[in-house]
């Protein structure tokens, strides 16, 4: 029988109500469950501990040495026989790919996650195309965590259809008031960057979110007279270059670049409406969030899982892929005045994300998966 000892694998450190509820789900269920990075200790890892599950990190000095890789191999493979690890759950590209080749020396299951879909097919490095294949070739078991990574596997990479699970990511979304500071802390940020609709765009600072696309939208309803300001919230290489864009357009007063934050739910819960306009995205856990806290959202269409749950004008706004510049501007036209219709298309975005990712549904499918 395999044993209940359940892994989670990954390279952050940061919080994470996704990954925190699968932990949590296993655990409820009676695995005995371990959390291992990657990387060093940090916020998550304090989370789980607290919460019963065994959390380490890996203290091997990062550097892109194969004797870097090696030696994370060679860990992971002791550790999962220490632990007698039954099931690995491995999350993000790095982690993928040393649990891809760790398997072949432990007993353990190993079901390699796959959160991107296009994102390193139009952006990566050479290196990051190389490990993708390396990881699709050597995986026993990758979940797509939605349609559109499944298609990207299959169509685009030529990974074996059979070796490919379809599984939503799960969360336990009343955890997301944890991240609050206080249940007033919303208010203070709706009164710092006070005006008549306060847009937050959250998103790791790289290219392919398009953070310079919304700009360029606010800029134009600046000039057109409408009281609107951007909260860009996350951190990443386009830092310089984004900051650069905002100081030549000349709008520092109405759009800013906040870094990091922590508690993005108090930004959520202020904010009038969430927009995210990337080309490529797997399953965005910030609209997750934001639907969570009743708040529309502008996405693009046929980008991620977007359009198997968000119908346009109903749960959500999707826009064109190719082009939403005009259409973002023109839909903050048409609904700069009527709070009352986005806060329902709010509402109606809750109940769709209640429907599809919720933990106790999701964590049901990977333990159907694991006992095959």
Same mark, same amino acid.
């Given at each position: 029988?395999?044993?209940?000892?359940?892994?989670?694998?990954?390279?952050?450190?940061?919080?994470?109500?996704?990954?925190?509820?699968?932990?949590?789900?296993?655990?409820? /269920?009676?695995? /005995?469950?371990?959390?291992?990075?990657?990387?060093?200790?940090?916020?998550?890892?304090?989370?789980?501990?607290?919460?019963?599950?065994?959390?380490?990190?890996?203290?091997?000095?990062?550097?892109?040495?194969?004797?870097?890789?090696?030696?994370?191999?060679?860990?992971?493979?002791?550790?999962?026989?220490?632990? @007698?690890?039954?099931?690995?759950? !491995?999350?993000?590209?790095?982690?993928?790919?040393?649990?891809?080749?760790?398997?072949?020396?432990?007993?353990?299951?190993?079901? @390699?996650?796959?959160?991107?879909?296009? +994102?390193?097919?139009?952006?990566?490095?050479?290196?990051?195309?190389?490990?993708?294949? +390396?990881?699709? /070739?050597?995986?026993?078991?990758? %979940?797509?965590?939605?349609?559109?990574?499944?298609?990207?596997?299959?169509?685009?990479?030529?990974?074996?259809?059979?070796? %490919?699970?379809?599984?939503? @990511?799960?969360?336990?979304?009343?955890?997301?008031?944890?991240?609050?500071?206080?249940?007033?802390?919303?208010?203070? %940020?709706?009164?710092?960057?006070?005006?008549?609709?306060?847009?937050? !765009? #959250?998103? /790791?600072?790289?290219?392919?979110?398009?953070?310079?696309?919304?700009?360029?939208?606010?800029?134009?309803?600046?000039?057109?007279?409408?009281?609107?300001?951007?909260?860009?919230?996350?951190?990443? #290489?386009?830092?310089?270059? *984004?900051?650069?864009? *905002?100081?030549?357009?000349?709008?520092?007063?109405? +759009?800013?670049?906040?870094?990091?934050? #922590? @508690?993005?739910?108090?930004?959520?819960?202020?904010?009038?409406? $969430?927009?995210?306009?990337?080309?490529?995205?797997?399953?965005?856990? %910030?609209?997750?969030?934001?639907?969570?806290?009743?708040? #529309? $959202?502008? $996405?693009?269409?046929?980008?991620?899982?977007?359009?198997?749950?968000?119908?346009?004008?109903?749960?959500?706004?999707?826009?064109?892929?190719?082009?939403?510049? !005009?259409?973002?501007?023109?839909?903050?036209?048409?609904?700069?005045?009527?709070?009352?219709?986005?806060?329902?298309?709010?509402?109606?975005?809750?109940?769709? *994300?209640?429907?599809?990712?919720?933990?106790?549904?999701?964590?049901?499918?990977?333990?159907?998966?694991?006992?095959?």
């Amino acid at each position: 029988m395999q044993p209940k000892n359940i892994l989670f694998f990954t390279c952050f450190n940061e919080r994470s109500i996704h990954m925190e509820s699968s932990a949590m789900y296993f655990k409820n /269920r009676g695995y /005995r469950v371990f959390f291992l990075t990657t990387c060093q200790w940090g916020s998550i890892h304090e989370e789980l501990k607290a919460k019963g599950v065994r959390a380490d990190e890996i203290k091997i000095s990062k550097s892109f040495s194969l004797i870097y890789y090696i030696k994370m191999i060679l860990f992971l493979i002791r550790y999962s026989k220490k632990n @007698n690890i039954g099931v690995i759950h !491995s999350h993000l590209q790095v982690p993928n790919l040393v649990s891809s080749i760790s398997r072949f020396f432990i007993k353990a299951k190993v079901f @390699n996650v796959r959160h991107n879909s296009d +994102v390193i097919e139009l952006g990566g490095s050479s290196k990051e195309k190389v490990i993708e294949k +390396v990881i699709n /070739r050597l995986s026993d078991h990758i %979940i797509a965590i939605s349609d559109k990574v499944k298609t990207q596997l299959i169509d685009k990479e030529g990974v074996n259809s059979k070796k %490919i699970y379809r599984i939503n @990511n799960g969360y336990r979304f009343s955890d997301y008031e944890n991240l609050s500071i206080n249940e007033n802390e919303y208010l203070k %940020i709706k009164a710092k960057y006070h005006c008549r609709l306060l847009i937050v !765009s #959250p998103g /790791r600072l790289i290219k392919t979110k398009r953070h310079e696309i919304t700009i360029k939208g606010i800029k134009e309803l600046q000039l057109k007279g409408y009281d609107a300001q951007l909260l860009i919230l996350g951190e990443g #290489p386009e830092h310089k270059s *984004i900051e650069t864009f *905002i100081k030549q357009t000349g709008i520092e007063e109405w +759009v800013h670049l906040l870094g990091y934050i #922590p @508690n993005i739910s108090d930004y959520l819960k202020a904010s009038d409406i $969430v927009v995210l306009l990337s080309e490529s995205e797997a399953s965005s856990n %910030i609209v997750k969030e934001a639907g969570y806290f009743e708040k #529309p $959202v502008i $996405v693009c269409e046929n980008v991620g899982d977007f359009s198997d749950y968000i119908v346009n004008g109903q749960n959500g706004f999707l826009l064109s892929k190719e082009d939403p510049l !005009s259409e973002f501007i023109k839909l903050i036209e048409s609904v700069y005045t009527n709070k009352e219709l986005l806060k329902g298309i709010g509402a109606k975005l809750k109940n769709s *994300i209640l429907a599809e990712f919720d933990i106790e549904l999701v964590g049901k499918q990977y333990e159907e998966l694991q006992n095959k």
